[in-house]
């Protein structure tokens, strides 16, 4: 798995980027610190909820960065 998730957005459109960016900051205040699965299916639901496929490859690297995050 992608360590640095933000590199795996780099073959979308820049208003698809823009829209991953501002749903990871939404999931990851939602789902920091949870297990993997509680953030994967978090950043999903954004996902979706935005119109950007939720099978992109850069969902499960995010969703592991966000569950890894125990805040400041």
Request: aromatic letters at 4%; hydrophobic letters at 50%.
């Amino acid at each position: 798995m992608e360590d640095d998730w933000r590199s795996l957005l780099a073959d979308l459109p820049l208003e698809q980027r823009l829209k991953a960016l501002a749903v990871y900051e939404l999931a990851r205040d939602r789902a920091m610190g949870q297990p993997l699965e509680t953030a994967a299916a978090t950043l999903r639901a954004a996902a979706t909820a935005e119109g950007l496929d939720a099978g992109h490859a850069w969902i499960p690297a995010a969703a592991a960065s966000i569950s890894a995050d125990t805040g400041p």
